[in-house]
Protein backbone atom coordinates (compact mmCIF):
# COMPACT_ATOMS: atom_id res chain seq x y z
CA UNK A 1 0.00 0.00 0.00
CA UNK A 2 0.59 3.71 -0.49
CA UNK A 3 0.04 6.22 1.86
CA UNK A 4 -0.02 9.76 0.72
CA UNK A 5 -0.52 13.12 2.68
CA UNK A 6 -0.77 16.72 0.63
CA UNK A 7 0.12 19.70 2.46
CA UNK A 8 1.22 23.38 1.75
CA UNK A 9 -2.66 24.71 0.64
CA UNK A 10 -3.95 27.60 2.12
CA UNK A 11 -5.14 31.22 0.76
CA UNK A 12 -2.76 33.61 -1.82
CA UNK A 13 -3.74 36.06 -3.50
CA UNK A 14 -3.90 36.74 -7.88
CA UNK A 15 0.05 36.55 -8.53
CA UNK A 16 1.51 34.85 -5.52
CA UNK A 17 2.78 31.54 -5.17
CA UNK A 18 2.27 28.38 -3.07
CA UNK A 19 4.42 24.89 -2.79
CA UNK A 20 2.51 21.94 -2.45
CA UNK A 21 4.20 18.81 -1.19
CA UNK A 22 3.29 14.94 -1.03
CA UNK A 23 4.58 13.04 1.25
CA UNK A 24 3.94 9.04 0.85
CA UNK A 25 4.82 5.92 2.66
CA UNK A 26 4.52 2.45 2.26
CA UNK A 27 5.71 0.74 -1.11
CA UNK A 28 9.05 1.93 -2.96
CA UNK A 29 8.31 5.65 -3.93
CA UNK A 30 11.17 5.84 -6.83
CA UNK A 31 9.51 2.98 -8.63
CA UNK A 32 6.20 5.11 -8.67
CA UNK A 33 4.81 7.92 -11.30
CA UNK A 34 3.40 10.62 -9.24
CA UNK A 35 0.66 13.06 -10.66
CA UNK A 36 -0.96 16.28 -8.95
CA UNK A 37 -5.01 16.78 -9.71
CA UNK A 38 -7.39 19.36 -8.86
CA UNK A 39 -11.02 19.35 -8.10
CA UNK A 40 -12.86 22.78 -8.34
CA UNK A 41 -16.78 22.57 -6.54
CA UNK A 42 -19.19 21.27 -9.11
CA UNK A 43 -15.96 20.13 -11.81
CA UNK A 44 -14.99 16.91 -12.40
CA UNK A 45 -11.35 16.28 -11.17
CA UNK A 46 -8.61 17.16 -13.74
CA UNK A 47 -4.75 16.48 -14.44
CA UNK A 48 -2.88 19.28 -13.53
CA UNK A 49 0.74 17.41 -13.85
CA UNK A 50 2.93 13.95 -13.85
CA UNK A 51 6.33 12.82 -13.51
CA UNK A 52 7.48 9.62 -14.82
CA UNK A 53 8.97 7.09 -12.03
CA UNK A 54 12.70 6.87 -13.96
CA UNK A 55 13.28 9.38 -16.12
CA UNK A 56 11.83 12.66 -14.44
CA UNK A 57 10.03 13.91 -17.59
CA UNK A 58 7.69 15.94 -16.63
CA UNK A 59 4.31 16.91 -18.21
CA UNK A 60 1.34 19.27 -17.55
CA UNK A 61 -2.05 21.09 -18.27
CA UNK A 62 -1.87 22.78 -21.01
CA UNK A 63 -3.02 26.10 -18.92
CA UNK A 64 -0.46 25.60 -16.19
CA UNK A 65 2.72 25.17 -18.40
CA UNK A 66 5.41 28.10 -17.52
CA UNK A 67 3.80 28.61 -13.83
CA UNK A 68 3.70 25.15 -12.20
CA UNK A 69 6.65 22.86 -11.62
CA UNK A 70 6.12 19.16 -10.32
CA UNK A 71 9.55 18.03 -8.96
CA UNK A 72 10.11 14.72 -6.52
CA UNK A 73 12.45 13.85 -3.98
CA UNK A 74 13.10 10.54 -3.92
CA UNK A 75 15.33 10.20 -0.64
CA UNK A 76 12.62 11.94 1.03
CA UNK A 77 9.97 10.10 -0.48
CA UNK A 78 8.45 13.48 -1.21
CA UNK A 79 6.79 15.08 -4.89
CA UNK A 80 6.35 19.05 -4.78
CA UNK A 81 4.21 21.08 -6.91
CA UNK A 82 5.62 24.93 -7.27
CA UNK A 83 2.56 26.66 -8.48
CA UNK A 84 3.47 30.68 -9.02
CA UNK A 85 1.23 33.42 -10.51
CA UNK A 86 -1.89 31.95 -9.35
CA UNK A 87 -4.79 32.78 -10.58
CA UNK A 88 -8.60 32.76 -9.00
CA UNK A 89 -9.29 29.83 -11.65
CA UNK A 90 -6.82 27.83 -9.65
CA UNK A 91 -8.63 27.70 -6.57
CA UNK A 92 -9.58 24.34 -6.06
CA UNK A 93 -8.86 21.22 -3.77
CA UNK A 94 -5.70 19.65 -4.95
CA UNK A 95 -4.31 15.76 -4.70
CA UNK A 96 -1.51 13.97 -5.26
CA UNK A 97 -1.42 10.70 -6.95
CA UNK A 98 0.25 7.67 -7.75
CA UNK A 99 0.17 4.71 -10.24
CA UNK A 100 2.49 2.77 -12.46
CA UNK A 101 2.47 5.29 -15.27
CA UNK A 102 2.38 9.13 -15.69
CA UNK A 103 -0.80 9.69 -17.63
CA UNK A 104 -3.15 12.69 -17.44
CA UNK A 105 -5.78 10.39 -17.18
CA UNK A 106 -7.28 9.81 -13.60
CA UNK A 107 -8.30 6.03 -13.53
CA UNK A 108 -4.71 4.82 -14.12
CA UNK A 109 -3.28 6.03 -11.02
CA UNK A 110 -4.42 3.60 -7.85
CA UNK A 111 -3.22 5.99 -4.45
CA UNK A 112 -4.34 9.33 -3.81
CA UNK A 113 -3.94 11.19 -0.88
CA UNK A 114 -6.59 13.34 1.00
CA UNK A 115 -6.25 16.55 -0.77
CA UNK A 116 -5.15 20.25 0.10
CA UNK A 117 -7.05 23.24 -0.53
CA UNK A 118 -5.68 26.25 -2.55
CA UNK A 119 -7.90 29.66 -2.80
CA UNK A 120 -6.68 31.93 -5.15
CA UNK A 121 -8.60 35.69 -4.44
CA UNK A 122 -8.84 38.37 -7.17
Known amino acids: QVQLVESGGGLVQAGGSLRLSCAAS????????MGWFRQAPGKEREFVAA????????YYKDSVKGRFTISKDNAKNTVYLEMNSLKPEDTAVYYC???????????????WGQGTQVTVSS
Open 97 to 111: ASGPRATWLVYEYDH
Open 26 to 33: GRTFSSRA
Open 51 to 58: IHRNTGTT
